[in-house]
């Protein structure tokens, strides 16, 4: 058996010379796998995550079943906004719901921040849980959004395609959504330390919505406080996934941060020349890419590890699994990466 | 009265000298205007489209309200798979349903292609309407969907967060794609011709979703038709917008194009680089930064053009306006560029 540093997913995040790549999938516990629709039949999202032995279940079931390196706890990263007193409500293929937003002083003043973290202690129980079921196996990832992602939600109430409510508060209230993203973080720093503590070896930092900023704007609201993120938590690696923010990768390399998520509409030698080599990379398969033949999923997962190289390189989607995805395409996807020779 | 030569957005894409740069906002005509609103009260979209002196109303509209540099026509870019025989419902705010999808070879058989450009007789009518009334105080632009975006629509037959069905139809059947695509593409340079025959005076193609593709993909479904598109339209200068697609620039700017549409994520010195400063630069304002105070607005406009440079360069947004816009602050990002100094 592994002793947890000789891990392919720990020794990539350290620079460290490995067989192979890793591989894993974002939100690979969930969505495709039959087994997991099954329990979402009869209990609803907020049972899930919040019942530890069905999280562990969700989170054991890619491992078990597609072969991935590495176990992500099934979550969600609002459980943050959450934990500080805004009730979030999560319809099934309707996405979430905040019955209350944040729009001013006084909303602000109302969200919990000190001990706030506290309030996932289920996640912790998780953590601990899937940390014991595992057994080694394989490393366990530990997570939480981003703080503009965060404030995205909480200043919204919901998804969006332009996120303009969002926008509007922080380009017309800068100092109220510093204030906010800054009570976002400490939260987040508290939760992701304490995810360590329960048993996660390395956390990913999720800015699902980072590529709605511009870059400028992106170096306001969004870069500070993922750079305070990555540098206040300890013991364990962390990856920064900025979706759609390119422009953000040479900065980031330069972060606290061990590794950095791409999306797919970057190309592989153009992030390791932004990243100046100094980094791990992870990812970026197209998603939709998995509703290819085989045969084609095949053929462009080796020209990805090609085109990224082997070493510092953690295989991966550019973004969520969907839904609709057969599991031996997934399956596919991962042996690809097993199969790999340069 | 100026010849038309000499007005400032057809010198900008010559490339010529100019006293300051041109400006247009895309989307312009419609959806924040007051006048807009109350005739859409009146009549359905398409009946909005179909009769010229509804489409004229609304295209000078904001010439005459907002003060910008060009007049675009007042249409949609599914007119194109209209007028090759899908049926298009627009249902105000939910946006475009195809009952009627592509998905085989027998789909694509029964697509009008030559001659279907005749379809679209009430465009060219509006066209020549617009061009009387405009009385040549700005130009005038016609446009079209791009092919890939057009074929998002005719096999998703929606709109949708990633277009995984319209992929998968790529990845899966690249040769029937690639037959869809060269159709479009065929349809739409004879539109655009005959856009120009009534009497666009430059038309842009609107790739609004080819950053859902990847780099490589890009070069395989959308790059090539733009490419055609470009090199096709005889009489007036073609603006190609590749939404998100900053990694294509390079690329197009070696096309017959002679302006290049960018989004607001993409810094403009970056842009400048890619494009060697060989082609015109249009773009990229964050349509939701029109949402902050008029003094941040009238501001991160000229940090806009200084980053561009005045010359060879179009002040637009990166995005079509959003429908929420104050017209006093769509106003306050025209006037800036009008009172613009280096």
Known sequence: MNTPSEHLMLKALRGEQVSRPPVWMMR???????????LREKYDFFTRCETPELACEI???PVDQVGVDAAILFSDILVVPQAMGLEV???ESKGPFLPKTIANQN???????????????????????IKKELNNRVPLIGFAGAPWTILCYMVEGKGSKSFDKAKQFCFSQPQLAHSLLQKITDVTIAYLNAQVVAGADLVQVFDSWSGMLSPQDFKIFAQPYLEQIAAAVKGAPVILFPKGSWYALADLSKSAASGLGLDWT??????????????????NFDPCKLLAPI????????????????QRYIANLGHGILPNIPVDHAKAFVDAVKEYQA
Chains 1, 2 share one sequence.
């Not at 690979?28 to 099954?38: E, H, S, V």
């Not at 045969?295 to 082997?310: N, R, T």
């Open 295 to 310: 045969p084609e999923i095949k053929k462009s997962v080796k020209e990805m590890i090609d085109a990224f190289g082997p």
């Open 59 to 61: 989170t054991l079931q």
């Open 89 to 91: 409500q999560l319809i």
């Open 107 to 129: 909303d602000l003043d109302a969200l919990q921040v000190i001990g706030a973290e506290a309030n996932l202690h289920y996640v912790y129980e998780a953590l601990r849980l």
């Open 266 to 283: 970057i190309e592989p030698q153009f992030a390791r020349q932004l990243t100046n080599n100094s980094i791990t990379l992870q990812g």
């Open 28 to 38: 690979q516990a969930g969505r495709y796998l039959p087994d997991y629709i099954k």
